[in-house]
Antibody, heavy 124, light 111 residues
Framework: QVQLQQSGPGLLQPSQTLTLTCVIS??????????WNWIRQSPSRGLEWLGR?????????DYEVSVQGRITINPDTSKNQFSLQLNSVTPDDTALYYC??????????????WGQGTPVTVSS | QSALTQPASVSGSPGQSITISCTGT?????????VSWYQHHPGEAPKLILY???YRPSGVSNRFSGSKSGNTASLTISGLQAEDEADYYC???????????FGTGTKVTVL
């Protein structure tokens, strides 16, 4: 039974960097048919996929176009976790942030495990 | 990518059946059977209830069923129960650099 445990600050000022961590238990960040994702939810945007990292003989990272240039998702194999870094945050980045596992056992690669969510507020 | 279009709200009485639509384009829903549905009770993590249009993960009630026609996918909840009151999101997967698009979300109310 995989579990994802999120951690990170919930209040930032504009222009700061958001850093969240997702610790994986019951699975491996390096497993070949999984991908590790960050997703956020806000009243204005609904659910929004932000990006993912996955291992297929080497590490890959894909990012949503709207945050590309500000976002970095990194795996940490020594701690079996992955992180989200979002630079230069604005109030528009205020949202509930989730980490999630995507399972490649199905063609639709669904998110079958989710973290508990971290509310993030960007305000001066 | 633009969000998939869902009705903002759907309601029904206990025991009834309701259907939530999810409309995309010929580039996402219309092109693939890569549709998933998620149930989200506020304050909890979203839960996968359908994938590959019609498949239920282990442990998900068979009251949830899915279908697809053209550019529209649908989620049907049969025998509506109070615990089904939640937000529901569809999602489509494509093998592109921005692989996921979500629906706008539907709030289900059990009257």
């Amino acid at each position: 039974q995989v579990q994802l445990q999120q951690s990170g600050p919930g209040l930032l000022q504009p222009s700061q960097t958001l850093t969240l961590t997702c610790v994986i238990s019951g699975d491996s960040v390096s497993r070949n048919n999984a991908a590790w994702n960050w997703i956020r939810q806000s009243p204005s945007r609904g659910l929004e996929w932000l990006g993912r990292t996955y291992y297929r003989s080497r590490w890959y990272r894909d990012y949503e176009v709207s945050v590309q240039g500000r976002i970095t998702i990194n795996p940490d194999t020594s701690k079996n976790q992955f992180s989200l870094q979002l630079n230069s945050v604005t109030p528009d980045d205020t949202a509930l942030y989730y980490c999630a596992r995507a399972n490649y056992n199905s063609p639709s690669v669904p998110f079958d495990s989710w973290g508990q969510g971290t509310p993030v507020t960007v305000s001066s | 990518q633009s969000a998939l279009t869902q009705p903002a709200s759907v309601s029904g009485s206990p025991g009834q059946s309701i259907t939530i639509s999810c409309t995309g384009t010929s580039s996402d829903i219309g092109a693939y059977t890569f549709v998933s549905w998620y149930q989200h009770h506020p304050g909890e993590a979203p839960k996968l209830i359908l994938y590959d249009v019609t498949y239920r993960p282990s442990g998900v009630s068979n009251r949830f069923s899915g279908s697809k026609s053209g550019n529209t996918a649908s989620l049907t909840i049969s025998g509506l129960q109070a615990e089904d009151e939640a937000d529901y999101y569809c999602s489509s997967y494509t093998n592109t650099i921005s692989p996921y698009v979500f629906g706008t979300g539907t709030k289900v109310t059990v009257l």
